[in-house]
């Protein structure tokens, strides 16, 4: 996984600084794509892109990088998806 900022999209939730409402949708965003490579076994061609961008949220929110690591790994646990020791 990169951690390279990227840049926001004007007029999203996370432009507007609103983090607090975009981490449980971001989070669900998450668990969507996270659940597609369950059932199919195949990761979703999106899933890297939402991994990257809660990664950056939850950061933004003033968790650590490894806070941030174990969130996202036992998110990804939940459903079976394994990200292995690289995030």
Do not use: D, W
């Amino acid at each position: 996984m990169t951690h390279g900022h990227r840049p926001q999209q004007p007029g999203t939730i996370t432009a507007s600084n609103r983090l607090e409402e975009a981490e449980p949708l971001m989070r669900k965003s998450l668990e969507i794509f996270f659940k597609f490579t369950e059932v199919t076994g195949y990761q979703h061609p999106n899933l890297q892109g939402a991994i990257e961008n809660y990664y950056q949220l939850l950061l933004q929110l003033g968790k650590t990088e490894t806070e941030v690591l174990q969130n996202i790994k036992a998110l990804a646990k939940t459903y079976g998806v394994n990200l292995g020791s690289s995030g």
